[in-house]
């Protein structure tokens, strides 16, 4: 097979002579055999998802509290983070390069820059959605001004919070596929080294799937168990 | 510092341990004038609330009362004049630090709702950085006080309560620190009339315990006459129209304005507020049988009216006695007409005149509490009173005391 890249052949040798695998087909034998090959790519992903979400996280947590303490800040938070978010990824991938080079550090930096709008406004409304009367009575029982931020309107804000998480949590999944344009890694180089063998993006794509998942079941774990008083009812 | 007892002289002795601090308010010209506005929200308010009574401000809507009160924590900061807090002005005081010893009490409650019950109260004792086992120990106190079993409700979020008990929960948060002046603004506006007149009940009986200087806001007349010792009627542009107690406020409008405010059927309301027992009542004839009939004649020339009242060996009434029973030598058992309607001392005026007004007889046999003759009510004792003034009114918290 003249032109077929190296890796591709690489990527077929154990049980490759099987007919299963010469047609592209989804063959579970060579699944079980070859699956080890992806775990490190799994966890280049894990990586790759939970620094971004955590360094988007601290900024727009950062920003969403200034934008508290000075309400007209706003808008131009919301309008900067969502130009950074209507940037195509890979486009942001490739636009990266000449400042940063290819590697980790330029998947970073266009990953994080996605979560901040979706982290942000939902900070901003979780802190809004807090009833006065309770900031009135925070206030009126002598609770300081950071008191009341971080003893009241925060840990009301924590079920808004963390349906952030879990919209960036999912869309950074997806969008550190495509880090592979920047040279990171990730179960996206795995998918890209053979795109036409069937079982290889299927085990790939379906890893990404499953981390998503288990991403979205342990934020929501962390939810429930963080405010009981959610799901208190008379 | 000590806790004067209100002008009341039956002060009760404190059932719980709660020991119990108040200290007097006193505003000073205090005025409030929010920037580019010209008129003030609050307009040289002037009036002392003595240590442990319960000073109501009321009025119409934008009269200030909301801001007058919440100068006195410093939730709004007074432009010109002065709130002295126990003789301090609360301008001198970092208002985080004012705040935690003041108990403030709003509408809505403002119960933390990621917060345990036991977490709410404790928000005060925390803030003082006072350790578990005492927090643990006030809270409970605290619970109890309010009639909230500790061991129910310890554990549960506000969203599990009922609207009334959100806000006793609310009430226990506000005396966490036993501070010695409490701001309630509207505390049961929200709650259905049945459960209001219930909660502002309880409230009358535990201050009559604690003793608090209290500032209540209400829209409400009837529940400013109800709760307060003393009455501050705010009109439009935060201007203080009166300021007294219940009765007199009732008795005598200063203006048009409070005449209007206090509604054309203040004589009921009075009526409403005051006891048999605060009214001169008519001197009756108790006349036992077997009493010499001169003696008779010569009590009911004695009395204010002019029948005699046929009592028992312990004084209690039986009826009114006939001409029959007055002619021989000594009185006997002949009476004209049954002793009724019997009245009691403590029966609120109001019900005492339906009771009058719904009977054959005109005058009303008033008892004491053994049910001995203590005097005759009727409807002229009763107009009389209304045109009097009130000498030393009790009020609903000391009504509620005896």
């Known amino acids: ?234 | 510092m000590d806790a004067p007892t209100a002008k009341s002289s039956a002060t009760s002795s404190p059932k719980s341990s709660t020991k119990s601090s108040a200290e007097p308010l006193e505003f000073r010209a205090a005025t409030k004038r929010y920037p580019g506005s010209e008129a003030p929200a609050v307009d040289q308010l002037s009036l002392e609330v003595p240590a442990g009574e319960i000073c109501v401000l009321v009025g119409p809507s934008g009269c200030g009362k909301t801001t007058a009160m919440r100068m006195v924590n410093r939730m709004i900061d007074i432009t010109e004049g002065d709130i002295l807090l126990g003789g301090r002005s609360v301008r001198d005081r970092k208002p985080d630090e004012l705040r935690r010893n003041i108990g403030y009490v709003i509408q809505q409650v403002g119960l933390f709702p990621h917060r345990t019950i036991a977490e709410n109260i404790a928000t005060v004792p925390r803030l003082l950085g006072w350790d578990k086992a005492r927090t643990a120990a006030r809270v409970d106190e605290l619970l109890e006080l309010v009639g909230l079993d500790p061991q129910e409700m310890r554990n549960r979020f506000p969203t599990q309560l009922s609207g009334g008990q959100r806000q006793r929960v609310g009430v226990a948060r506000a005396l966490a620190v036993d501070p010695p002046v409490m701001l309630m603004d509207e505390p049961f506006g929200a709650i259905d009339p049945i459960n209001r007149e219930r909660l502002q009940n309880e409230f009358l009986r535990l201050q009559a315990e604690l003793r608090k200087t209290i500032v209540f806001v209400t829209h409400d007349i009837d529940e400013a006459i109800k709760m307060g010792d003393r009455i501050a009627v705010l009109q439009k542009g935060g201007k203080l129209a009166q300021y007294a107690p219940p009765a007199e406020l009732l008795m005598y409008p200063a203006s048009r304005f409070v005449e209007d405010f206090v509604g054309s059927d203040r004589a009921l309301k009075r009526l409403a507020l005051q006891r048999v027992r605060d009214i001169d009542l008519w001197k009756a004839a108790p006349i036992r049988v077997g009493t010499p009939v001169a003696e008779a004649h010569a009590a009911i020339a004695d009395a204010d009216v002019p029948y005699a009242m046929l009592v028992d060996e312990g004084g209690r009434p039986q009826g009114w006695l006939s001409d029959r029973a007055l002619t021989g030598e000594r009185v006997t058992d002949d009476r004209r007409s049954p002793a009724h309607p019997i009245l009691e001392l403590d029966d609120v005026l109001r019900d005492a005149l339906a009771n009058l007004l719904s009977s054959e007889t005109r005058y009303g046999a008033v008892v004491n509490a053994d049910g001995a003759l203590a005097g005759i009510l009727s409807l002229e004792v009763i107009q009389h009173f209304l045109q009097v003034a009130p000498t030393d009114s009790p009020t609903g918290a000391d009504l509620l005391q005896e």
């Open chain 1, 1 to 234: 097979m003249i032109g077929v890249p190296l890796a591709q052949l690489e990527i077929r040798k154990p049980g490759g002579s099987d007919s299963c695998v010469a047609s592209n087909g989804f063959c579970p034998d060579w699944i079980v055999e070859n699956i080890d090959r992806y775990w490190t790519p799994l966890l280049e992903h894990v990586y790759l998802t939970v620094l971004p979400v955590a360094i988007g996280f601290a900024m727009s947590m950062a920003l969403a509290i200034l934008a508290h303490r000075r309400r007209w800040m706003t808008g131009p938070i919301i309008t900067i983070t969502g130009i950074f978010f209507a940037i195509p990824s890979v486009a942001a991938f490739f636009l990266l390069q000449p400042l940063t080079g290819l590697g980790y550090t330029t998947a970073m930096v266009a990953l994080v820059s996605y979560t901040l709008l979706i982290i942000f406004r939902n900070i901003t409304t979780g802190l809004r959605n807090v009833p006065a009367e309770t900031v009135d009575a925070a206030i009126g029982q002598g609770l300081t001004p950071r008191q009341v931020l971080f003893r009241v309107e925060l840990p009301m804000a924590v079920p808004e919070i963390m349906a952030g998480l879990r919209i960036a949590t999912s869309t950074t999944v997806g969008l550190a596929a495509l880090a592979v344009f920047a040279g990171a890694g990730g179960l996206g180089s795995e998918i890209l080294i053979d795109k036409r063998f069937k079982s290889n993006v299927v085990v790939a794509g379906g890893l990404a799937v499953l981390l998503a998942a288990a991403f979205d079941l342990i934020i929501l774990a962390v939810q429930r168990a963080i405010t009981p008083w959610q799901r208190a009812r008379a």
